[in-house]
């Protein structure tokens, strides 16, 4: 909350193209089970037909315009618009912390159900084309450490995998003699 006691007002909007309901819903589901902050906010439904700088109807009246959700506490808006299908790119992903394998698992099959894409380096995308990355925060740990040999190894061990193995990044820092890096 801000001071004056309303939520943050930096709200990410994502372009969907005739399916922003269906979207919105099923990133509330992925989540739901392992962030207690998520929910489905509010259905706006377009008031007129919109047509933008032409004839072609993009919406029409009652059409779903924006969907308003919530993931993590984090503030979402689906914006409709199938007239103009707008793709998104790798220089922008969502990125998912997790802390125990059973979370990178749920995460990583919950966002590429039904159509979504495996990537590389606990890159995805789902079937409505964003990218996200399924992060354990080990991860991060690891690399961040003072011994730099081990955070190369386990920079290249990362590198090699689909979906991050914690398990396989922890048997990338062991020291030459075998032993965890602390």
């Known amino acids: 909350m801000t001071e004056s006691g309303s939520r943050s007002q930096l709200v990410t909007c994502l372009w969907t193209s005739g399916q922003a309901e269906e979207a919105a819903r099923f990133y509330v589901d ?7 902050d998520t929910h489905l906010d509010e259905v706006q439904r377009s ?51 997790c802390g125990n394998q059973e979370e990178v698992d ?35 740990e690891l690399l961040a450490g003072e011994d730099r040999d081990a955070a190369a190894r386990v920079q290249r061990a990362m590198m090699g995998m689909v979906r991050l193995s914690i398990e396989g990044l922890m048997d990338a820092a062991q020291d030459a003699f075998g032993a965890e890096e602390q």
């Open 106 to 140: 749920h995460f990583w099959s919950a966002l590429t159900a039904g159509g979504g894409t495996e990537v590389a380096c606990g890159w995805l995308q789902d079937r409505y084309g964003m990218r996200w990355q399924v992060v354990p925060t080990v991860l991060l």
């Open 47 to 97: 008031a007129i037909d919109v047509v933008p700088g032409g004839d072609q109807v993009h919406l029409r009246a009652g059409d779903v315009l924006t969907v308003s959700f919530t993931l993590d506490g984090q503030r979402f808006v689906a914006l409709n618009d199938p007239a103009r299908p707008v793709p998104y790119t790798d220089a922008v992903s969502l990125q998912v912390l």
């Open 30 to 36: 992925a989540f739901a089970a392992y962030r207690p």
